[in-house]
């Protein structure tokens, strides 16, 4: 069943099964907003702090705004500057995607959200559907333009933080890189052991698990390396209750990690972001030999299910 409804202010897609309640808002992104499991009472998505969304402008800078739920994080990360049909084009901060009004259509029980760029010629689409306790997301990003141009995509998908979660990397995860500079973690890319590392004190300190709110810490590390499986998610045991995230490990091969332990504004989240592109901005893809181009009229297409249960 997919409503129509309101939602802290906006328009909302309302998808609902006998499992899950999932929350999109059109106008803010295409953001998925909730996701919520009705049985365990139970929101796995961190909630905007604010009684409503503000309206962010292209190029808005997305700490300055709510930095919850799940947006896509498309063409890039990290603010940069690309060249392309002889010209700079500033790609934003976190991309254009969550700055984006979609248009949208639900047919077959499912929801079509669809927008064209305003700094590049492409055209964005994806569909959600509840199936249980799964929601299927379908991504096709199509270059219309005549020339290619350079791009990340990253599921900068922000879940709830609890000191008993169990975070889950791709199986075969033996190292993590640190990116950002950290007081536990050290210098940028410094190469970690996973899932037990020292801190700069010489203590263990373990990446599959976080610190609790109080730590007033943030981490940025990625798996070293492409991933094994395409497969991540996170374990709640006060809740028994299992995120789990499926991706396609050709098309999606690096997988980001993002936690605030207090650090970025008090909040309490973190964030498993299976990506194409390590790491974080053209500039650094480009020079890792890591960056994905899109030809001209070819398209990027996959899928993500995401499971609670």
Known sequence: MILESIFKGEKALILES?????????????????IYHKGKDFELLFQNKEKIYRRPELY???ENYDASGFDDAFPTIDACRVMYDGKKVLYPD????WTSS???KIEDNRAYLWFKSAILPYEYKKVLELDGDRLLLKYEIINTGKDAFPCIWAMHCLINCHEDMELIFPEGTSEVINVHESSRLGEVNKVHSYPVTKDLDGRDYRLDRVLGREANHSEKYYVNGKVREGRCGAYYPHKDITYSVKFDKEKLPYIGFWVTEGGFRGDYNCALEPTNGFYDSIDITAKNGKVYSLDPGKELKFDIEINLK
């Open 18 to 34: 006998e499992v899950l309640k999932v929350v999109v808002l059109p106008d803010i992104g295409g953001k998925i907003a909730s």
């Open 60 to 62: 808005a800078a997305f």
């Open 94 to 97: 976190h991309g254009e995607v």
């Open 102 to 104: 979609f248009n949208y």
